[in-house]
């Protein structure tokens, strides 16, 4: 299979951890010909980030981001402050979780664990569309 490249436009979530596992898996309909390969999620906004972590315990993306809130308050005293209390923070939240993905494919499914999911963490109070460029590539 050559390579092959989408834009994955994800539509606007409040401040939070939000599990995107199967609109990514739904936008990429040649992943179920790829017997053995990569997806590679890059996310081009940097007060948002990608991150995979638990999927079924929904105390898990909420102390996610509590935990992660503790680190970066808004309350800091930050220089850069033009766009909002919460957007310096997203920056720091961004940075620390990174902006990108690589995940193994076989046979036609991503290799997540049993209770691995993608998230798309939305770092301020309300994020606006997310775009993320899926790039695939395998046999």
């Known amino acids: 299979m050559p390579w092959s490249q989408h834009y994955l436009e994800i539509a606007p979530r409040r401040r939070?951890?939000?599990l995107i596992t199967e609109e990514v898996v739904a936008s990429l309909p040649e992943l179920?010909?790829?017997r053995i390969g990569l997806l590679h999620l890059f996310i081009q906004h940097t007060s948002a980030s990608l991150s995979i972590n638990e999927n079924a315990?929904?105390?898990?993306p909420a102390d996610l981001e509590r935990s992660l809130s503790a680190i970066?308050?808004?309350?800091?005293?930050?220089?850069?402050?033009l766009e909002g209390p919460d957007d310096m923070p997203a920056h720091v939240k961004a940075s620390l979780l990174g902006c990108s993905l690589t995940i193994p494919i076989r046979d036609g499914r991503l290799c997540l664990g049993t209770w691995q999911g993608i998230y798309?963490?939305?770092?301020r109070q309300q994020g606006g569309r997310r775009r993320i460029v899926a790039t695939l590539w395998g046999e």
């Open 57 to 60: 315990d929904p105390d898990v």
């Open 16 to 18: 939070g951890f939000h």
């Open 72 to 81: 970066a308050p808004e309350d800091f005293p930050y220089r850069h402050t």
């Open 32 to 34: 179920r010909e790829v």
């Open 120 to 123: 798309l963490c939305e770092h």
